[in-house]
């Protein structure tokens, strides 16, 4: 009888993005109405939609063998689960989210010194009275539910907020002073399951495949037909860092060449390749690239 490993996945701003990155690895998944189980088309699998906050703490526990969360809130909960991969992406942008500590615009706080007696709302209370203790400075650090932009300066005197591009504290009239903790999504497991063999190689079989479907994003491969006596400068036009897979064909004078290569690089390149020599240029979609 197989072993069933309880998965949770992050619900939320990260939902969405968590489930396109499972399709992608060749996992069909879909969110039930007003259901807390995704169903996912591997019977091995259960999942568990938990918001990203809380994942560390259930799967410490044991309620869950493993889930996908931001490290931020691994440390925030000081949740003792293990790291078995990091996942970098987001709900936005490929790029780590970033904890920054803001102010008004206008505001006399220019470094952490400034933070002494001051009031902060964050929802990562523990991070900040963290930093905050790293920093000598001690504050007044409260919890925020939500809409913590707004809250300077009637409400607090600074923020310490998750951004990923900046825009929405721009709009709030709002400035950067400093980082606070940057972080990715994790692929996170009860110690106690990370431990047990099967469960262990079911989830690195998954970590592989999501990777995997990570690493081919943007990516597209290229095949073409050239002549053995133009070989030489058809692979003068692909990047330098590329490494070709150069056959032959069942016509000794030609040889078929293909590589994979950055999407948006593509349009430029095809034109330089037909006139290179290329012929029968085929440009086809890659969904996972495994090392």
Known sequence: M???????LPAGSLQEATADL????????????????????????????????????YVADGSLDCGLTG??????????????????????????????????????????????GKRIATEVVNITRKWLAGHGVTANVEFSWGA???????????????????????????RIVC??????????ANPAAAADPVKRQKMDDLILMLQGAMAAEGKVGLMMNVRKVDVARVLAVLPA?????ISGLSDPDWADVLTILDEDTVRHLIPRLKAAGARGIVEFPITKIID
């Open 179 to 188: 980082d606070i903790l940057t972080s990715t999504t994790r692929f996170v």
């Open 241 to 245: 860092l590329q490494k070709p897979t």
């Open 2 to 8: 197989s072993t069933v490993l309880k998965l949770g």
């Open 71 to 116: 490290h931020d809130w691994i440390v925030e909960s000081d949740a003792q689960v293990v790291e078995l991969a990091e996942l970098v992406f987001s709900k936005v942008s490929r790029r780590p989210v970033r904890w920054v500590l803001a102010v008004p615009n206008d505001s006399p706080i220019k470094e952490p010194k400034d933070l002494q």
């Open 22 to 57: 499972f399709r992608k690895a060749g996992y069909k998944i879909t969110f039930p109405s007003r259901s807390y189980y995704p169903t996912i088309d591997d019977p091995e699998l259960h999942c568990t939609l938990i918001r990203a906050q809380e994942m560390g703490r």
């Open 148 to 174: 913590t932009e707004v809250k300077p300066p009637k409400l607090a005197d600074a923020i310490v907020e998750v951004t990923e591009t900046g825009s929405s504290l721009r709009a709030n009239n709002l």
